[in-house]
């Protein structure tokens, strides 16, 4: 599996205005609808559900939100840089901008983790991660993360 199978281009966003976790679940929502067509409030009230469970922000500025839901035949995904971070609740209590939100249909098993493991993987590399803080375009954002991915798999 590669990032490229699970992101479209459409997906990859830069927000200025995001100033909360609700606000950005909502913009998630809205994002996956217009990429993927998937109902926003459905995406919204799943990640909303699955954040109650625990925080998906996994430190170093990172947060993997991910939900199961019903308008979704595959693995999906929306990467969002925040230029201004916003307190995710993550481990390590540092304030969140890069966001890689997963989506996947109810009935997935191991395709759900091994996308969210991909994930993981790619956004735990620090120069990666410092590249694409350092881009506003969304085209160059989708351009690092689908690439970068790719020669850590070589």
Known sequence: ??????????????FSAVSSKKRLIH??????????GVNAQGAIEALQQRESLGPTGVGHGVALPHARIDDVTRVV????????PIDFDAVDRRPVDLVFALFAPRDAGVEHLKALALVSRTLRDAALC??????????????????????LAA
């Open 27 to 36: 913009e998630l929502g809205d994002t996956a609808h217009a990429a993927y």
């Open 130 to 151: 410092a590249k694409l803080r350092a881009n506003r375009d969304p085209a160059t954002l989708y351009a690092i993360v689908t690439e970068a991915q790719s020669s």
């Open 1 to 14: 599996m590669e990032v490229s199978m699970i992101l479209k281009p459409e997906a990859v966003r830069v």
């Open 77 to 84: 995904g929306a990467l969002v840089l925040l230029e201004k």
